[in-house]
Structures are given as C-alpha cells and as structure tokens.
C-alpha cells in the first residue's frame, strides 16, 4: 500500500442550494500524480478547491465530509486556511502572474508573505524554483524585467514556480495547460514527471490522453459524484464502471 | 441593395455628424482660452507675463495686479486637501470593496457618492455654521490664548481667531474631494481579476496582504486617476473656498489666516469690477487657472500611462 498524503472522506461541496460535489472519497498518495478527470460541470475543479480551502473565499459555498492532510481535518474548527494554502499550493488555468513584479519578485512572492528578506536566500530559492519550472535557462538574464512580457507558456511555468517557492507538500493544480499551445503543454507535461519527486500532485484536466500520459492514479467524476477511482493503467485500459467506459472511449463529453 | 445604399448613406451621415459635434466641443475650450488670455491680454501687457503671475500685490485703488498670492492659495488649499483626503478615501474605497458585506457597502459608496451630489453652496454654509465655529472655539482660540501667554511673537503669525480662513477652507474642500477619489479607486479596486486575488490567496496570504500586494497595485493607475480628478476639482472649486477663506488678497502667510485662491477672487471681485485693468487681471487669472489645470492634467496623463495595469493600459 502506497503513503497517504492526503485524503477526503464523504466530501460534499454545496453552492447555495445546489450540489458541486457529492460524497467523494478519494485518496491522494504522496509524491504520486493523481488526475481529475471527467466533462464540464462534473465538479472536478469543485472538488479541487476544497482541498486547500480556496472555497473559504465564496461566502455561498458549504462543506460537509473531510480533507485530511497529513491525517489533520482541515475543515477541523480552529485549522488557519492560510496555514493550509502555504502547505498545499494551487496553479489555476489561466497564468497569473503579477503585472506589477519582476520575475523574480513573482517567483519570491511567497517568500515575501513570511517575511524573508534575505536576497541570497531569496535568489537561492528563485533560482531552485525556476529551475524545476523548467524555465531557468529562459529567464536568467532578465529575472528584474517584467514577467507579464513572457509568453503564455512561460508566465504559466512562473506561477508553477511559484508556487513551488514555499515548498507546499502538495500542489494542485487546475488545467493548468488548458490555455496553451501544444509546445507549451509539451513542456510542462514533462516538468511534471520531475516535480513529482518532490511534491504531491492532484491535477485537474479535460484532457483524458494527457492524463493518462503524466499521471499515477486517476479519478472519474461525472455530475457530481466520483464514478471511479484508480491506478491510471488500469482505469483506461479496463475500467470497472460502463460510465467511465462511455468517456475514456470517447461516447460523450 | 436598397437598404445596403441606406446603410451606407447612415453610415456617412453618422460619422459627419460626429465629427461636427466633436469639433464643436474642440472649439469651446479654445474659444474658452482664447476669450480669456485677450481679456486678459491687457493686464499681461501692462505687467508681463510673469511679471503677472508672479506679482504679489493685489490692489484695485493703485491698480496694481499680480497673481502670486492667489496662485499660491490654490496650490496650497488643493495640495492639503488632497493630503488630507486621500488616505480615508482609499481607506473607504477599500473597506467598500473588500472587506464590508455587500448591503453595508453598497449603504455606504452611495453615501459616498452623494457627498459628490451636494451643491457646494450647502457645503459652504455648513463651514459657516457648523466647521468655522468649531474651528475657532476648538483651535484657533485655545492656541491664541496659549501662544498670548507663553509666546506672544506667535500671535502676529496667528492672527485673530475668527474660525474663517484657510483651515477651514482646507477642511470642506477636503470632505468635498472625497467621494471623487473614492469612488474611481472603488472601481479600479472592483476590477481587478478574481485570478490575480486567488493566486495570491493561493500563496497563503491573509486578506490584508492580497490587499496590500495585488489589489493596491494592480488598481494603482484607477487610483491615481481618483487622485487627479479629486485635485482637479479641489483646484477649481469656487463657493465652499469663498465663503470660508476668509478672501485676503496678501500672501497666505499661515494656514490659520484669511487666503483667497484664483476661483476665490474671481468670484469675489468679478461683479464689482470697475472694468479696465482690474477687469482684465481677473480675466488674466482665470487665463492662469485653465493653465493650471491644463498642466496638471497633462502631468497626470503621462504618469498614468507609465502606472496603468491590464487592461487599462494605454
């Protein structure tokens, strides 16, 4: 039996009066790749949210059932959801990086939030961060120059980079390739299989061939509810449930 | 084919029409200062161009005229108000748009903004009754009778403490200005991309700090256009600053003390005017005015083009 790193338990998401996510259990191996999968509207990014309690921000939104992280309850009363977004980083759809900062101070930003201002401490980290972005040969010689000037693919590698800067245990990341071009997709297809060596890894995608390429374990959901879950070799190639069938081949979504 | 030659036909008229109408409003303002620098022209004439602009005495029995004292009233009233009410209206713009639930903000931008509706009249006769007496029991009196005591050469400086005067003046246009600042930093602050709160949310920060490090400046250049069109009106705003300033037409030599400001003199002299010289400066001083305005607005234009963000950038 692999690690756990974290897990839901019965996990219910409500938005007012309707359902995002229905009682999903779902665990999520350390340093291992698990994939999201399913059509638009399935609750996939729902799901997502809650794990590092990006919901906390929409006062609409209720959570029932459990995240634990490291076997702590994040929804526990008493839990600082800023504690557990330092522990458990997110990289969204689109980039995001801040048009005001540099580079290097959009890499750093993290760093910033607790305070360090040591400059040698913060290159190191830039530099280390950049570089399992794969985007460190690229930024080098312009890290104080604007990071909005940076193409899509690699303002999207910024945010990875930064988000690994403050070293989370876990980073979840949201499409992250859906607004790019296939070279870009390419590349950070590829810096997954490295990073995943060092961090845990829930990714969202529409996607179905590229999770089956970067990840380890997979999850179907559809309405709401997580059909099946399971090792990514064996959910594609003999799936256990005809709805993930219907999708992985292709019937509908 | 009818109704495409109809189109077209539409097409041309609109756009002549547009152009007519938007030359028209080109040619009111220089219509504007061209009205004013040659009925100005004669007391240019008479004391140079900055020889006017710099000169200090005001007085209509000599006939001598000189707009430094004005000028600088303008200056000093517009750049204290703005000093005075730029921070609680960025404070309130973002406790409107981050931090107050929505019912209260929304109680609260339209009181804001109906700050901006008051005829300026009714904030002058507020200052009268309410602000002067307050200024002159609170303020000026307590430190006339401290200053009789323990520093008699303040006293001069101070002057009588009737309550009407420059500080006053500050304070009303200072709540005046407010609802412009607050309400465009309200709306830079409004626009600012959920994606950019949420990667910085994402990073762990608390509400102050996604204030602090995204919000504030990605709304920077929305802000900094509050700011100008807050010091554009404080610049120009003429009732509330005569009736409370006190009109001297020396050297404002403390905040304490009587002051009048371009718009102020013009609105106090226009009528009595005797006509000749005296008319003319006045006219020459509003001739400074549209030129104040002018190089403020142009200074703001090109900061803000170097400050805007997204897609506010030019």
């Known amino acids: 039996m692999e690690p756990l790193r974290m897990e839901t338990e019965n996990l219910t998401v409500h938005y007012g009066k309707s359902v995002g996510v229905r009682n999903v259990s779902l665990p999520v191996y350390d340093r291992k790749i698990t994939a999201l999968i399913g059509p638009s509207g399935c609750g996939k990014t729902t799901f997502l949210r809650a794990l590092n309690r990006m919901h906390d921000l929409n006062p609409i939104v209720r959570i029932e059932g459990r995240v634990r992280l490291d076997g702590e309850d994040l929804y526990a009363p008493g839990v600082d959801p800023v504690a557990i977004r330092r522990r458990v980083g997110m990289v969204f759809q689109r980039p995001t990086p801040f048009p005001t900062m540099s580079i290097f101070e959009n890499v750093v930003a993290g760093l910033r939030l607790v305070g360090v201002r040591d400059r040698e401490r913060l290159m190191g980290v830039a530099e280390r961060s950049l570089k399992a972005a794969a985007l460190w040969d690229e930024v080098k010689d312009r890290l104080h120059e604007p990071a909005v000037g940076l193409s899509g693919g690699q303002q999207q590698r910024i945010s990875i980079a930064r988000a690994l800067a403050v070293e989370p245990e876990v980073l979840l990341m949201d499409e992250p390739t859906s607004a790019l071009d296939p070279i870009s997709t390419q590349a950070i297809e590829d810096l997954l299989a490295g990073l995943k060596e060092q961090v845990t890894i829930v990714i969202v995608t529409h996607n179905m061939q590229q999770a089956a390429r970067v990840s380890d374990y997979t999850a179907f959901f559809l309405n709401g509810d997580m059909i099946e879950f399971g090792p990514t070799e064996r959910l594609f190639t003999n799936p256990s449930d005809p709805r993930t069938e219907a999708y992985i081949t292709g019937r509908f979504g | 084919m009818r109704s495409r030659i109809y189109g077209k036909l539409g097409d041309r008229a609109f756009t002549a029409l547009l152009v007519v109408l938007g030359l028209a409003v080109m040619l009111v303002a220089v219509l504007l200062a061209w009205e004013l620098a040659s009925g100005g022209a004669e007391a240019f004439r008479t004391f140079g161009f900055w020889g006017f602009a710099s000169g200090s005495a005001w007085?209509?029995?000599?006939?001598?005229?000189?707009?430094?004292?004005?000028?600088?009233?303008?200056?000093?009233?517009?750049?204290?108000?703005?000093?005075?009410?730029?921070?609680?209206?960025?404070?309130?713009?973002?406790?409107?748009?981050?931090?107050?639930?929505?019912?209260?903000?929304?109680?609260?931008?339209?009181?804001?903004?109906?700050?901006?509706?008051?005829?300026?009249?009714?904030?002058?006769?507020?200052?009268?009754?309410?602000?002067?007496p307050l200024v002159r029991d609170r303020i000026e009196q307590p430190l006339?009778?401290?200053?009789?005591?323990?520093?008699?050469?303040l006293m001069g400086v101070l002057g009588p403490p009737t309550g009407i005067g420059m500080l006053s003046a500050v304070l009303v246009l200072a709540l005046m200005i407010v609802p412009y600042a607050s309400s465009l930093a309200r709306d830079a602050i409004h626009m600012v991309p959920r994606d950019q709160r949420e990667a910085m949310y994402a990073l762990g920060a608390t509400r102050w700090e996604v204030v602090r490090r995204v919000v504030l400046p990605y709304a920077r250049g929305g802000i900094f256009a509050g700011v100008v069109l807050a010091l554009a009106r404080a610049i120009g705003e003429t009732m509330a600053v005569t009736m409370l300033i006190g009109n001297s037409g020396q050297l404002p030599y403390s905040v304490f003390g009587p002051a009048a400001t371009m718009a102020s003199l013009i609105a106090n002299e226009f009528a009595e005017a005797e006509g000749g010289l005296q008319l003319s400066s006045l006219l020459a001083v509003g001739f400074l005015l549209l030129l104040l305005s002018l190089a403020v607005n142009l200074i703001a234009d090109f900061i803000l083009r170097r400050m805007s963000v997204g897609e506010g950038r030019k």
């Open chain 2, 59 to 132: 007085n209509a029995v000599a006939e001598q005229f000189g707009a430094w004292p004005f000028l600088l009233g303008t200056l000093i009233t517009s750049a204290v108000a703005l000093a005075l009410a730029f921070l609680p209206a960025l404070a309130a713009a973002i406790a409107i748009a981050e931090y107050a639930p929505r019912w209260l903000a929304e109680v609260v931008a339209y009181l804001i903004d109906l700050l901006a509706a008051l005829p300026s009249v009714v904030y002058g006769l507020w200052g009268i009754f309410v602000l002067v």
């Open chain 2, 144 to 153: 006339f009778l401290w200053s009789a005591e323990h520093a008699p050469a």
